[in-house]
């Protein structure tokens, strides 16, 4: 499985972005996509979770509300529509795959992971 992560940029605080996932190669029929971020001279945080059907999420309680998770599985990518951006969501952000049947935040459990996008939240 190939991970390519895209949309990452500059915005300003309460902003939005849509980071895209787009998966590619041999993928499971039934997989789950999570989105991580991790900060200069931070570990690596779960940030989302979603079924490849799109029929399950799965938020970090500091981007609950703010952040949504989607799919569209024709064109077999993952979309993480951020909105109501603040300073404290700069990262460099992830997508990763993993087929277990349940949602995790272990970044050891994904076994797929893109390149990252870098997105900036500043005025």
């Known amino acids: 499985v190939q991970l390519q992560a895209s949309g990452g940029g500059l915005a300003q605080p309460g902003g939005s972005l849509r980071l895209s996932c787009a998966a590619s190669?041999?993928?499971?029929?039934?997989?789950?996509v999570g989105w991580f971020r991790q900060a200069p001279g931070k570990e690596r945080e779960f940030v989302a979770a979603?079924?490849?059907?799109?029929?399950?999420?799965f938020y970090a309680d500091s981007v609950k509300g703010r952040f949504t998770c989607s799919t569209d599985n024709a064109k077999n990518t993952v979309y993480l529509q951020m909105n109501n951006l603040e300073p404290d969501d700069t990262a460099v952000y992830y997508c990763?795959?993993?087929?277990?049947?349940?949602?995790?935040?272990?970044?050891?459990?994904?076994?797929?992971w893109g390149q990252g996008t870098l997105v900036t939240v500043s005025s």
């Open positions: 979603i079924t490849n059907s799109g029929s399950s999420t």
């Open positions: 190669g041999r993928t499971y029929n039934t997989y789950r």
């Open positions: 990763a795959v993993h087929k277990n049947p349940f949602h995790t935040m272990q970044p050891a459990l994904y076994e797929y």
